[in-house]
């Protein structure tokens, strides 16, 4: 049977960059894979990134959020074709509002169930973020806690052992804030090093199982106000760029942005990659890029972010050339 992990996290959290280490040692390793990208909007700039690190070493395939029903056969679809085709391994990297459960159940339906087998669930979490003011998002990182075999925080560079104890203390709180009886200790946590995985590392992440606790179930992402904004094409004012989204994430009228991601022409005919929270704002640059900037969050007043921009069109254009 194909193996399929699942990589879960909130908005930001560092998905994507651990899952290009991620699927880089499962081809080193000889494993044939797969990587679904689960997108909550309708334009994946992190499959871009994907795409440009990872090449043809591995099928990428994307699946856009919408409609529950279509966008539950469409994943299907997806998966019961990597089944066919019996790759190694399957990753699915789910948007941050993703509701963990909608996706297990799917692997007990047929004929999923005779091929497909759900090997690790690993939550990426900030170590670096402070407590969510949002309830919907605790929710949504403490269900995604219920599930998972291993615990990897990201962006603990410069943190101390206090300050993770500190996150960790937080992630207990969300999960007793939902019912859930689990303790997270040392033993669940795995901080990634600066200079990378160890060995021993990957063999803990590559057998990190999943959990399945127990917690009060409710609805969020069908429920609640998480929503995506989408600005084509835009131009920035004259503005340091971290300042810049740091007004943005502080400014009430605009809703509660939980990222902004996307990217940004240069003059020379390349981009600027945005990978914005209100903690943390990282700029790269890249060779390839779309045309867009998209805010994620809960009631966002798309026009009052959009006055941040210089300019912005609100349909999608080709880039010429």
């Known amino acids: 049977m194909t193996k399929v992990d699942l990589i879960t996290g909130f908005l930001g959290a560092g998905k994507t960059t651990y899952i290009l280490e991620y699927a880089g040692e499962l081809i080193r390793r000889g494993e044939r894979i797969g990587i679904i990208e689960n997108d909550y909007g309708a334009i994946n700039v992190d499959l871009m990134l994907l795409h440009r690190e990872l090449g043809d070493r591995c099928r990428l395939e994307m699946v856009i959020g919408g409609d529950p029903d279509c966008h539950r056969r469409r994943l299907k679809t997806k998966l019961i074709t990597m089944g066919i085709e019996r790759y190694d391994r399957v990753i699915v990297e789910p948007s941050g509002v993703f509701d963990v459960d909608e996706f297990l159940d799917l692997l007990y339906e047929e004929p999923l169930d005779r091929m497909l087998s759900i090997e690790n669930v690993i939550?990426?979490?900030?170590?670096?973020?402070?407590?969510q003011e949002s309830p919907d998002a605790s929710y949504i990182l403490a269900e995604e806690l219920t599930k998972a075999g291993c615990v990897v925080y990201s962006k603990a560079e410069d943190l101390q052992e206090e300050d993770l104890d500190e996150?960790?203390?937080?992630?207990?709180?969300?999960?007793?804030e939902i019912g859930c009886r689990r303790v997270l200790t040392k033993a669940d946590i795995l901080r990634k090093p600066e200079g990378g995985f160890s060995p021993e590392d990957w063999e803990r992440l590559l057998h990190a199982g999943r959990r399945d606790d127990a917690y009060v179930k409710r609805q969020v992402v069908s429920d609640g106000e998480f929503?995506?904004?989408?600005?084509?094409?835009?131009?920035?004012p004259d503005e340091p760029v971290p300042q810049l989204m740091d007004r943005i994430f502080h400014d009430t009228e605009c809703g509660r942005v939980s990222r902004i991601k996307g990217f940004v022409a240069r003059s020379d005919g390349t981009w600027t990659q945005i990978n914005a929270t209100p903690e943390r704002v990282e700029l790269t640059e890249s060779p390839v890029g779309q045309p867009v900037l998209i805010a994620i969050g809960e009631g966002l007043d798309q026009e009052k972010i959009g006055s941040y921009w210089s300019s912005y069109e609100n349909e999608y254009r080709p880039v010429s050339g």
């Not at 939550?123 to 407590?131: F, M, N, R």
């Not at 996150?167 to 007793?176: I, K, V």
């Open 123 to 131: 939550t990426v979490v900030d170590a670096s973020a402070g407590p």
């Open 167 to 176: 996150t960790t203390d937080y992630l207990n709180a969300c999960l007793q």
């Open 227 to 236: 929503r995506s904004a989408f600005f084509f094409h835009p131009e920035l």
